[in-house]
């Protein structure tokens, strides 16, 4: 077999702006529609397509004198490595057993980009971290930007093994956080690994309605198998050593035409607010899951079965502003109690990635606290 080649993430076919503009431009940014071939033809860049400035609170490469910090890593049950950054109060006791907590990244992203802040922020309210690569991204292993939910999932369950066996750690009292595609993919490792004791959310995103349907449903069933066709097609084109095509994630320019979300991933993925390139990793295809493997979403249902967590306590954190909002809502709905469901005002989608001042930090301390015992 030859060695797949790679190309950077572009348009296919014409009008595929305008689909994805009618069907939101969450699409756009998490995986619904293939960007692979011709590239965008650029437009003339107008006042309100200026580049908003950087929120004066924005600080995701967070670091604390107050915290130790480790690079670690652990296996998964398909014997694949992941990594992860270890946090841990420097007044930790040593002889005692502490609470602990797993942290995920945005879904594209890395632990460098909000993981490690949350990991780091609670760390210094006395919790013992972790932040994680998924599976294909970051530092674990896997083939680069593939999409493997059941490899998601696992990997939550792969750190709580790992923070279960540390003598430091009481493994009865391990939580997880989920942030924006890793809320649903904690969702889904929760279902089955009781051994979280309590997940909190933040700017959730399903995975596989953004997939199936876009936001607010506005992907038809026509569109939906069309992209299905197109991934399927392009199987054969890489089965056969063709370049690989990629789907979704962030785009690289911003325009007259580019829409607000566009707008908001843009000012995170592609400024130095958030921006970020692996080692080993190519500049042009961070963010961007492989076509073929993106239609992976479209079987995956986190939220079926969600009350069956229940005793076990549920956060779920959202913007009032945010264009996420729905899927927060409607894991909000399902669930069985105990639940709970915070809205942040005046704050979008990608807002609580990164802005200090805005994220609540005690209402996610409070919760842990009540749930797994004092961290500290």
């Known amino acids: 077999m030859k060695k797949l080649k790679q190309t950077l993430p572009a348009l296919q076919h014409t009008g595929r702006r ?39 609170d924005a600080d995701n490469f ?100 790992f923070l279960g066996t540390q003598p430091a750690i009481d493994r009865e009292r391990i939580g997880a956080i989920g942030i924006c595609g890793s809320g649903s993919f904690v969702i889904s490792a929760a279902k089955i690994d009781p051994r979280m004791k309590a997940i909190a959310t933040v ?56 829409s607000p979300i566009e707008r908001e991933f843009y000012e995170f993925y592609r400024k130095p607010r958030g921006e970020f390139t692996p080692a080993g990793a190519t500049p042009g295809t961070t963010t961007h899951p492989t076509l073929t493997s993106n239609v992976k979403f479209m079987n995956f249902y986190p939220f079926n079965d969600i009350e069956t967590i229940s005793p076990r306590p549920l956060l779920f954190i959202t913007g009032d502003r945010a264009h996420s909002r729905e899927f927060s809502e409607d894991a909000y709905r399902r669930a069985a109690e105990p639940k709970e469901l915070v809205w942040v005002r005046g704050a979008g989608h990608v807002d609580l990635y990164d802005r200090v001042n805005l994220i609540p930090w005690d209402r996610l301390t409070a919760f842990f606290q009540k749930n797994l015992g004092a961290a500290a």
């Open 18 to 56: 305008e689909f994805l503009n009618t069907v939101g431009a969450g699409v756009a940014a998490f995986g619904a529609q293939s960007v692979a071939g011709k590239a965008w033809a650029a437009a003339p860049v107008g006042a309100q397509a200026q580049e908003a400035a950087m929120p004066a």
């Open 203 to 258: 700017s959730m995103y399903d995975m596989g309605a953004a997939n199936r349907h876009a936001l607010n449903g506005s992907l038809a069933l026509e569109q939906r198998k069309a992209i299905i066709a197109e991934a399927a097609q392009q199987r054969y084109s890489e089965f056969g050593g063709g370049p690989l095509k990629y789907t979704s994630g962030t785009v690289h320019e911003l325009t007259a035409r580019s």
């Open 62 to 161: 967070y670091t604390s004198s107050e915290v130790r910090a480790q690079a670690v890593r652990f296996g998964n049950q398909y014997q694949m490595e992941v990594a992860g950054n270890l946090y841990a109060p420097k007044a930790l006791d040593p002889d005692a057993r502490h609470a602990a907590l797993v942290v995920g990244h945005p879904m594209g992203a890395v632990k460098e980009q909000s993981a490690n802040l949350y990991a780091i922020k609670m760390a210094e309210r006395g919790f013992v971290t972790l932040s994680i690569d998924l599976p294909c991204w970051g530092e674990s292993a896997g083939p680069r930007n593939r999409v493997s939910p059941d490899m998601y999932a696992e990997a939550f369950s792969a750190a709580v093994d």
